[in-house]
């Protein structure tokens, strides 16, 4: 499959910016990438329960009105410093496609050193994303069940 078919041309457009510094603010973050195009729309997110509650995520999405405009904001702006620390910046989909096969790599290969099948090898055919999730899973019963028969064997008589 090609991993280019399920981005659509606002994905394109649609920058993720990483490592923010947490004194930088909404406006200071539009200020720093104005310069580049027009940004059409900005997701600053932020911490929404728990003891961090109300405190910025660390990172941000910026939409622009073209494919270019994001690419000369990503050229422009990777590991420069904000607050001293490099920022990263990458297309949207990029982010998403690393974060994707950095997940199902680790599955598949926590999955293959547990000796778990995966259902390709009994001939039904899944998708990777399926798969890794199905193997995670069975990791996951393995090693629960292992600290539950620990917890038997250490439970006095």
């Not at 603010?25 to 929404?48: Q, R, Y």
């Not at 999405?61 to 000369?72: D, G, M, P």
């Amino acid at each position: 499959m090609d991993s280019g078919s399920f981005v659509d041309e606002k994905c394109e457009s649609r920058l993720y910016i990483g490592n923010l510094d947490f004194r930088i603010t909404e406006a200071a973050l539009i200020k720093l990438f104005n310069p580049f195009g027009t940004i059409v729309s900005e997701d600053f997110l932020w911490h929404t329960r728990g003891p961090k509650r109300g405190e910025p995520r660390g990172f941000a999405f910026i939409q622009y009105s073209t494919k270019e405009e994001a690419e000369l904001a990503k050229e422009k702006m990777h590991g420069r410093l904000a607050c001293g620390r490099p920022l990263v910046v990458r297309l949207a989909s990029e982010k998403y496609l690393i974060e994707t096969q950095q997940k199902s790599s680790k599955v598949l290969g926590s999955a293959s050193r547990g000796g778990i099948l995966s259902s390709g090898s009994l001939g039904l055919e899944q998708s990777p994303s399926k798969s890794a999730k199905i193997a995670a899973i069975k990791s996951k019963l393995k090693d629960l069940e292992g600290e539950s028969s620990d917890a038997k064997k250490l439970k006095p008589s």
